[in-house]
């Protein structure tokens, strides 16, 4: 791998890769994310393999493994280029009439294209799948286009060039600038304004700062985070590089997943792939900015990825959250300012300075700007990774894009954010995707795990399945959530055995504040934001469990 | 290091910048109930008895006295309604472990806990941690530390270091708010059973 010295040379080398491409010679990129993966996606690519050699095609036909395309429901997914033809629940046995037909014949196979259950109506496209067209994929749509393995292909979409942009035409103070005035809002859960936190961060005192990737993504039914990193780890990691210019960093963790060998694997090629091109590590382009990443597993514990325990973690302690009077910001890790972004919000970073602050405020609401990425699963008929503009309507995403509901039942209720978030009725299904306006009617977007309920769905059953969640998950230091917990976790139980008491609605009440009030870190200040919200919007059934008991 | 001008409790107090408002309160003679404190330790934070209203900027906030640094005309107000009724809480679950502890029944009194509130389940525990922390912290021996997470930690003696160490020092036996005695069953339990076969 030759070392890149200076922009001319990235641009060099770009072309270079560009010109040994042919834009009209097939590629077949074969998702192999998790979920595909697990559906027997590993035997399909094996098959295109095989097919490709037993027809002497080496040289004419090229095979892409790819991270997750995002419509999991029909996976195993792959898709033809030039024409992006989008075949669904391929198998192996398949493969033989593929090359031969579509790739050789350039005629789609009827069969193995999306139809539509409602319609019968047939779509070969990206363009044309309903679950596809609807979205608007700015983060996640490279993912079919790349094999997270090789930085060429991210250096063929244009990779690196808001890195080159931002160490040879921008002062670091500019890049936060423009940070701030695209008003991004952390992904990882709470909102946070990220050119704020990068400001806090790059004011503070001290020569040595840590920034970080929170890919723990630990929240249940969450499963964006992955499908980013996993299949495009480099548009993460230039993000991490241009933030820790803009912060003065030059010590960078990416904190994940000790469970996802594939994530790691991927996150580990791309970091030595980079740095091997030398846009990491010492003197990166040529600028005289030098910056490097390790890379750390996290503990399998949900607590784990809040702020302050995560930094505990990276230190080589118990994930403990510490209380965050000071903030992590200022004093982090080893307390020096360590500034945390989640993988999504990293991602936005390239693309922001690419096309300018005013093009990604132009993008999503008056509050919540640019794209959001959503694990939607649950009730719904298209399960997947969905990528759309802040400000769609939850109707848009469930029925436009989600399929609406299986099996002829009716919506009932939508929760987001996992543990720490709220149900809302279906009664509010044209609320926009918006951190604000979610957070006011007490269902918070957390990191965007939407989970859809019908009409079956037992709204104490969801608040007790998180508590019960949380039981284990949190980390037990402090009283009013760990007993907190166990209490209403007790009354749940009860409740749902039709054992429930006089008395039972208000304890919980009461239980839920003292932790909203009293607990240490985040997790316990909002564990029964799912009791609280069901509580209010479907108060009838505790209290109706209650009577029938 | 600087002086700071706070007021607690409608008195204007003068204390030294860095400390926390517990020693703040402290150092003025003003008390806030604590379980899991020790001024040879870090502070913790775990029991949040000592939660108070402070006002900042316009704004109240609760937060553990502790460990919140005290900050030029920080307003504190070590009871309030909000503050009593947490401690109230905070004390009828902990009872709920430790029915019998001196400290507990002490100050379920002040603030009118009922300690019948939550079935009982004693396990003589309150998880302050502070047999874990004066071990590790002041005596440098991590003879006894916290196992498992969440509504399933508890407090073991490490029976190898145990075996050594503890017999001659017990320094952390009298610093339990619950019943001194309970770290010497644990103490007891480990070394008689070593391999957690209990
Ligand atoms: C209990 C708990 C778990 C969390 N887990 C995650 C997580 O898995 N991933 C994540 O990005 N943020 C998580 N967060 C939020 C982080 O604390 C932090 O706010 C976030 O990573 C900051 O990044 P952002 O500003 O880009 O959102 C969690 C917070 C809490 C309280
Ligand atoms: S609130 Fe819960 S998770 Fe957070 S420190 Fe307290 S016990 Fe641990």
């Given at each position: 791998m030759p070392r890149i010295n200076s922009p001319t040379e990235l641009e060099e080398l770009r072309k270079s890769i560009l010109s040994k491409r042919d834009p009209d010679r097939p590629c077949i990129a074969i998702c192999a994310g998790t979920s595909c993966l697990a559906l027997g996606n590993d035997r399909v690519i094996g098959a295109f393999e095989e097919e490709i050699k037993k027809q002497s095609l080496e040289a004419k036909v090229d095979i892409r493994a790819t991270g997750c395309h995002g419509f999991c429901e029909k996976g195993p997914n792959i898709v033809i280029y030039p024409e992006e033809i989008c075949y669904m629940e391929v198998i192996p046995e398949g493969v033989s009439d593929i090359i031969s037909q579509t790739v050789l014949g350039k005629k789609v196979i009827d069969r193995l294209i999306y139809t539509d259950?409602?319609?019968g109506e047939k779509a070969a496209h990206q363009s044309e799948i309903p679950f596809y067209k609807n979205q608007m994929r700015h983060l996640i749509g490279n993912n079919t286009k790349?094999?997270?393995?090789?930085i060429d292909d991210y250096l063929a979409l244009g990779g690196y060039s808001a890195l080159s942009k931002s160490l040879f035409e921008m002062t670091p103070e500019q890049v936060l600038e423009e940070i701030k005035k695209a008003n991004l809002r952390g992904r990882?859960?709470?909102?946070?304004?990220t050119g704020l936190k990068w400001e806090t961060a790059r004011n503070a005192p001290g020569e040595k700062k840590y920034v970080i990737v929170?890919?723990?993504?630990?929240?249940?039914?969450?499963f964006m985070d992955r499908a980013l990193f996993t299949g495009n780890p480099h548009s993460v990691l230039e993000g991490l590089i241009i933030g820790a210019y803009a912060i003065g960093s030059h010590q960078g963790f990416i904190y994940t997943r000790h469970d996802t060998p594939q994530l790691r694997n991927n996150i580990v090629v791309a970091l030595t792939q980079a740095e091997g091109y030398g846009?990491?590590?010492?003197?990166i382009l040529g600028s005289g900015f030098n910056f490097n990443v390790e890379v750390h597993l996290d503990?399998?514990?949900?607590?784990?990825?809040e702020s302050s325990a995560l930094m505990r973690s990276i230190e080589g302690k118990t994930p403990e959250p510490r209380p965050k009077y000071i903030r992590t910001a200022v004093s982090g890790i080893w307390e020096k300012p360590s500034n945390l972004n989640n993988v999504e919000t990293w991602a936005n970073v390239p693309q922001i300075i690419n096309n300018g602050s005013e093009w990604y405020t132009s993008i999503g609401t008056e509050r919540s700007k640019g794209t959001k990425l959503i694990s939607l699963s649950g009730n719904i008929c298209n399960t997947g990774v969905v990528e759309v503009p802040m400000g769609t309507s939850l109707r848009e995403i469930v029925y436009d894009i989600g399929g609406g509901i299986p099996n002829g039942k009716k919506l009932k209720a939508i929760h987001f954010g996992g543990p720490l978030g709220g149900s809302i009725p279906a009664s509010l299904l044209d609320t926009p995707l918006d951190f604000d306006e979610l957070a006011k009617l007490g269902a918070p977007m957390g990191a965007g795990g939407m989970l859809v309920m019908d009409e079956d769905t037992n709204m104490v059953d969801v608040a007790r399945f998180f508590l019960n969640f949380l039981t284990d998950e949190s980390c037990g230091k402090c009283v009013p959530c760990r007993e907190g917990i166990r209490q209403m976790l007790k009354i749940l139980t009860n409740i749902t055995q039709g054992k429930g008491r006089e008395g039972d609605v208000a304890l919980l009440e009461e239980l839920a504040e003292v932790a909203g009030n009293a607990s240490l870190c985040a997790l316990g200040r909002t564990s029964s934001n799912p009791l609280l919200s069901t509580l209010y919007y479907f108060r009838d059934e505790y209290e109706g469990i209650k009577e029938n008991g | 290091m600087g002086e700071i001008l706070l007021q607690i409790d409608g008195r204007e107090v003068k204390v030294e910048e860095g400390m926390t408002i517990l020693e703040a309160a402290q150092s003025t003679g003003i008390n806030i109930p604590t379980l899991c404190y020790h001024e040879k330790l870090e502070p913790y934070g775990a029991c949040r008895i000592c939660t108070v209203e402070v006002e900042t900027g316009g704004r109240t906030n609760l937060v553990a006295a502790c460990l919140y640094p005290v900050q030029e005309n920080l307003v504190v107000m070590t009871r309030s309604e909000k503050v009593d009724k947490i401690r109230k809480m905070l004390l009828e679950l902990m009872i709920a472990h430790a029915p019998e502890a001196g400290a507990l029944q002490e100050l379920a009194q002040e603030y009118g806990a009922n300690k019948d509130r939550f079935e009982k389940e004693p396990s003589f525990c309150i998880l302050c941690g502070l047999c874990v922390r004066y071990c590790a912290e002041v005596k440098k021996k991590n003879a006894v530390g916290f196992v498992d997470r969440g509504g399933r930690r508890e407090v073991i003696f490490i029976p190898e270091i145990a075996a050594k160490e503890c017999w001659n020092c017990k320094e952390c036996f009298p610093l339990c708010p619950t019943e001194a005695l309970q770290a010497g069953y644990l103490l007891t339990e480990a070394l008689a059973f070593p391999s957690g076969n209990r």
């Open positions: 259950p409602n319609t790349v094999d997270p393995k090789s990882g859960g709470g909102g946070f304004p929170n890919a723990h993504e630990g929240e249940p039914g969450a846009l990491l590590g010492e003197n503990i399998g514990i949900f607590v784990s990825g | -």
